[in-house]
């Protein structure tokens, strides 16, 4: 399976259990500390498909307070182009700069670039396509994407 442009993330559609796995301070290139708990997400198509929305609510994550975060992910034809943001009530009134890729045979690969506690630094958003149990991953580069560091990993599964 190749792109299927805006139908690329078809599979995300609907309500989740989410289970999460995370580096406990992401903005620490020396950090190997893990934390795991559990979050809960629904997901659904905006302007007749070309895009969707999604909310996910961690109730009782071991590095804070609950918090909710929302991501919007648009598609666009003309670049056959993923663009992907997010927000979340940990950073109130901020919407990240957008993460950009595409899919190739069910593997979504998406880059991006942020500043984190002060920390200038490139992402790398992973997506493995599965209707039943897609899995998301995150990796931080704090040497301009010569080297990549997995800190956080979802593993999706349908409610």
Known sequence: MTSG????????????????????????????????????????????????IDQIHFLDPPDGPPFVGMT???YDPISDTWRIWWSSTRAPGRLDPPMSGGFEDGHGVFFGED????????????????????????RFSFDRGETWILNWVMRLTRR
């Not at 893990?34 to 895009?51: C, H, K, N």
């Not at 500043?115 to 995150?138: C, H, K, M, S």
């Open 115 to 138: 500043v984190v506690n002060g920390r200038a630094i490139r992402l790398r958003f992973d997506w493995y396509a599965d209707t039943d149990t897609p899995r998301w991953e995150q």
């Open 5 to 52: 442009g805006e139908h690329d993330f078809d599979f995300i559609y609907g309500r989740w259990n989410v289970h999460n796995r995370k580096m406990r301070d992401n903005s620490d290139p020396g950090c190997d500390e893990w934390i795991e708990f559990q979050g809960t997400e629904e997901a659904l198509p905006v302007l007749d498909g070309a895009g969707h």
């Open 72 to 74: 919007l992910r648009l």
